[in-house]
């Protein structure tokens, strides 16, 4: 053989390969990165999404407030219903049910009249996703009842906070919105 014949050494394949082997890694490593960070964002985003959603239809429906507000704090977490004009599933007057336990908010709807509305007769629960904090305090007779001390009639305005969110809304009884 000649020597300007000569072939690769087996070094020289063996760094070629080390430095294609740095290479992919770095590539996936910045892939894997990025579509951490998309579905992160994704994450955020659908969160974010269904806060603004359900504080849009919480005053939407105490906006509608038709009668009989309730808030009772009991063992198994914190109850809202209220009668309202403004219903999700049905038509007309209805009355809805808010239920919050183990971090969880749930929402209950049923024609109006039927029973109690801070139960839920088999109508079906449906849960609105997990949130870190839901508070409701109600403003009556000069004052801010809190949730610990319950509520039950007419509140002038009432407040939530659902996580770093924070609506009060105003009580015009009797006003029917479509």
Same mark, same amino acid.
């Given at each position: 053989?000649?020597?300007?014949?000569?072939?690769?050494?087996?070094?020289?394949?063996?760094?070629?390969?080390?430095?294609?082997?740095?290479?992919?890694?770095?590539?996936?490593?910045?892939?894997?990165?990025?579509?951490?960070?998309?579905? =992160?964002?994704?994450?955020?985003?659908?969160?974010?999404?269904?806060?603004? $959603?359900?504080?849009?239809?919480?005053?939407?429906? *105490?906006?509608?407030?038709?009668?009989?507000?309730?808030?009772?704090?009991?063992?198994?977490?914190?109850?809202?219903? $209220?009668? =309202?004009?403004?219903?999700? =599933?049905?038509?007309?007057?209805?009355?809805?049910?808010?239920?919050?336990?183990?971090? #969880?908010?749930?929402?209950?709807?049923?024609?109006?009249?039927?029973?109690?509305?801070?139960?839920?007769?088999?109508?079906?629960?449906?849960?609105?996703?997990?949130?870190?904090?839901?508070?409701?305090?109600?403003?009556?007779?000069?004052? /801010? /009842?809190?949730?610990?001390?319950?509520?039950?009639?007419?509140? #002038?305005?009432?407040?939530?906070?659902?996580?770093?969110?924070? *609506?009060?809304?105003?009580?015009?009884?009797? /006003?029917?919105?479509?």
């Amino acid at each position: 053989m000649k020597e300007n014949n000569r072939g690769f050494t087996l070094l020289e394949i063996l760094v070629v390969l080390l430095l294609l082997s740095l290479i992919f890694g770095t590539v996936v490593t910045v892939f894997r990165t990025a579509g951490r960070g998309a579905l =992160t964002l994704r994450k955020d985003a659908e969160r974010l999404y269904q806060r603004v $959603f359900l504080t849009y239809r919480l005053r939407h429906q *105490i906006e509608g407030l038709l009668r009989s507000f309730r808030l009772e704090k009991r063992e198994d977490g914190l109850y809202l219903g $209220f009668i =309202t004009s403004s219903g999700e =599933t049905y038509r007309g007057v209805v009355q809805v049910r808010y239920r919050y336990s183990g971090k #969880e908010l749930f929402y209950c709807e049923k024609p109006y009249p039927y029973g109690d509305f801070l139960s839920c007769n088999g109508t079906g629960e449906v849960s609105l996703g997990a949130f870190e904090d839901f508070r409701v305090k109600v403003f009556s007779g000069g004052r /801010w /009842w809190p949730e610990d001390e319950g509520f039950q009639g007419v509140p #002038e305005k009432v407040e939530v906070d659902l996580e770093d969110t924070r *609506i009060i809304v105003p009580v015009r009884v009797g /006003w029917v919105l479509k």
